[in-house]
């Protein structure tokens, strides 16, 4: 169909022979568009960027599980265990000496103690075995005036719920042991005013 | 970059581009905005496309491809709308409204592609279906109908001619 395909030429020939073109703002354009394309990743690297500044922080585990302010990301649900640093045992101050008549008693027997300070203190007193003193065996109520009950031990953690005299006095004060304390070395405190202790033996 | 290069091949193939794309747009005003923006997307890879055998031909079908594109946009506003007329309406700026032209017009855009390619571009038909990613049968069916409808035309200004 050679008339048709020369028409088709003739009329692509003018059409093109009318056209009118401008390299240099092709070239414009195409540089125009680079530098469009650079700042775009420019500003989405910078994006980038500082949302993974924003995201470490948040990702990363809270110190001893503190949640992060504000955090997106729940902290561990599971609380690690809560370390405390407590003494096992409160450190002892410094006593002083207790005066006692007699350093040695029978078990159920009484001996007296009394202060060299001459200071008024609760007719009260605890009892500890000489190789544990920190450990309280007993607390032992002294001898008080018009009290016919007195003096008597009462055992640390067995006979609880009973009142303890409040008498104060500056001493001396009559201690009676508990029955059944096996022989051997016990200290007896003062339970107020400034720590006296001293050594009983029971025999 | 090798300006200097692609401003001569710019020179050499520009116009004869826009004529041809102008056959399948029907108007030389978008057939230019075509060809420039086809040329705009060959500048950054001017570097790789020289060293093709037939440069020209990337360009050509970056430009075929833009116009088919436009062509959908443009059904797809009219259809949207209802405002715009759907026949194809000549510019007036053109100057140039033959009954072949408006035949041409009166094609589907496909039919187009494979006219202008065949027959003002010289491809084979197995060159147009490798360019367009069609089958061989495909163009040739389609310049079959192409034929009918625009030898139509040519007896009709023979017509008038006689």
Known sequence: MPDLQDDLQALADRRAAESTGDFDSVLTTARTRKRRRTAGLTVIGAAAVVGAVAIVPTLRPAANNVPVAESPVPTNAVAPPKVETIPSTKPSPKAGALGLKSTVAAAGGQFVATFPDKQVRAATFSLSSASKPDVALYTLVAKIPGDATTPYAIRMGGEMGIAMPSYNGPGPYTLAMPKNLPAGSYRVCTLSGALLCGLVTVS | ?162
């Open chain 2, 1 to 162: 970059m090798e300006t200097e290069g692609l401003r001569e091949f710019y020179s050499a193939h520009q116009p004869r581009l826009v004529g041809v794309i102008s056959l399948l747009t029907g108007s030389r005003a978008e057939a230019e905005d075509i060809v420039q923006e086809a040329f705009v997307r060959l500048v950054p890879r001017w570097e790789k496309v020289s060293r093709y055998e037939a440069p020209e031909a990337w360009v050509r079908l970056v430009a075929l491809r833009l116009a088919a594109n436009r062509h959908r946009d443009g059904n797809r506003f009219t259809q949207l709308f209802h405002r715009l007329p759907a026949e194809h309406v000549p510019d007036p700026a053109d100057r140039y409204s033959g009954d072949l032209e408006q035949a041409l017009a009166g094609l589907p855009m496909p039919t187009r592609q494979v006219v202008v390619l065949h027959y003002v571009c010289d491809l084979s038909v197995a060159q147009v279906a490798d360019a367009l990613g069609i089958a061989e049968g495909t163009v040739k069916s389609r310049l079959s109908r192409a034929r009918d409808t625009l030898s139509d035309s040519l007896l009709l200004r023979s017509d008038d001619h006689a």
